[in-house]
């Protein structure tokens, strides 16, 4: 098979690259490589990758339609897409909104025109986010609750770019497939996120900040569970009928919500250090807790999560001294 893979520079887009160039499928991988957090990280993940065999690079914004168009072109045998470049963030969104529509509306408009087009392409997977479900307080989050009120504007963009793949679905016969991300984490991932931050911080001897004064909990998903779960929807496009659209949507987490402290007491015990707890309130935006419905793909694919955060978090922390020469 050939596959695009946006947002390949990312966390996740660079794993799941990775894993499919060692099935030996052809990866086409496009990314800005933007500076919303270290580039380095980002070209050190690219890096990884460069010798692969069947493996290309683009750099290109997705959010300039002509410019992704000339690439993609280029590669009519194309015949599945896995869109993972967005403008990530909870927080962020409340600081630098224009990132959001330009990369998560208008990029992911892009990606859909693009795939309509393509002749051979026979299933687009696209990341959503667990954000969706904004403040419902159901446990664990299901793919049929209501989530039509979202809590930030990254929520609401997510949201947005599940009804406009629906649409394109329906008009068009895009198989498509939203997976529905819950708090991924591992090797090689994001320094705006929580772990990341606390594994720096309490080396470097300050103080953390934990909102809500530490009563939250989060669906902690592995990265390798994560790509497994990625690449077995892949292989399993929805097929639709003369009255539904061929389009669905998946949770894709650990089906856990871990306590936030416990996930600060893995991290000191991984670094052997104790961590100076600055309790905070809610932050805008955020949600108390995060618990995924995963039926539905393991129904599909047979999806379980194998990694617990007992074992996940020292292998990230283990990374993480690695790469910060810690």
């Given at each position: 098979m050939t596959i695009l893979v946006t947002g390949v520079a990312g966390f996740i887009g660079y794993h799941v690259a990775e894993a499919l160039l060692d099935?030996?499928?052809?990866?086409?991988?496009?990314?800005?490589?933007?500076?919303?957090?270290?580039?380095?990280?980002?070209e050190a993940r690219l890096d990884r990758l460069v010798n692969k065999s069947k493996y290309s690079f683009h750099k290109?914004?997705?959010?300039?339609?002509?410019?992704?168009?000339?690439?993609?072109?280029?590669?009519?045998?194309?015949?599945?897409?896995?869109?993972?470049?967005?403008?990530?963030?909870v927080r962020y969104s409340l600081i630098n909104p224009d990132a959001y529509l330009r990369s998560n509306l208008m990029g992911h408009a892009t990606i859909l025109e693009i795939a309509r087009h393509l002749p051979k392409c026979r299933h687009m997977v696209y990341a959503s986010s667990s954000s969706v479900y904004g403040m419902n307080?159901?446990?664990?989050?299901?793919?049929?609750?209501?989530?039509?009120?979202?809590?930030?504007?990254?929520?609401?963009?997510?949201?947005?770019?599940?009804?406009m793949s629906y649409c394109y679905s329906h008009l068009y016969g895009l198989p498509q497939t939203g997976l529905r991300f819950f708090t991924v984490y591992g090797p090689w991932g994001r320094p705006d996120?929580?772990?990341?931050?606390?594994?720096?911080?309490?080396?470097?001897?300050?103080?953390i900040p934990v909102f809500n004064n530490g009563d939250m909990a989060r669906d902690?998903?592995?990265?390798?569970?994560?790509?497994?779960?990625v690449i077995a929807t892949l292989y399993n496009p929805p097929s639709g009928s003369h009255d539904t659209a061929p389009h669905r949507l998946l949770n894709i987490g650990n089906h856990k919500a871990e306590p936030l402290m416990r996930m600060i007491e893995l991290i000191e015990i991984a670094l052997g250090k104790k961590a100076d707890i600055d309790f905070k309130s809610m932050?805008?935006?955020?949600?108390?807790?995060?618990?995924?419905?995963?039926?539905?793909?393991?129904?599909?694919?047979?999806?379980?999560?194998?990694?617990?955060?007992?074992?996940?978090?020292?292998?990230?922390?283990?990374?993480f001294k690695e790469y910060e020469g810690i």
């Open positions: 099935r030996g499928e052809e990866v086409i991988g496009v990314d800005i490589v933007n500076d919303y957090y270290d580039v380095k990280l980002k290109v914004d997705i959010a300039c339609h002509k410019a992704t168009a000339e690439v993609v072109s280029k590669y009519e045998r194309i015949d599945r897409i896995i869109h993972l470049a967005a403008q990530a963030g307080t159901k446990l664990p989050f299901s793919v049929n609750d209501r989530t039509d009120a979202p809590s930030s504007l990254y929520a609401a963009t997510k949201k947005a770019d599940e009804l996120m929580a772990m990341y931050i606390f594994c720096k911080k309490i080396s470097a001897g300050e103080p902690f998903t592995y990265i390798d569970d994560i790509v497994r779960g932050q805008p935006g955020d949600i108390k807790e995060s618990f995924a419905d995963i039926d539905s793909i393991f129904d599909l694919t047979g999806f379980k999560p194998e990694t617990t955060i007992e074992v996940g978090i020292p292998k990230f922390v283990d990374w």
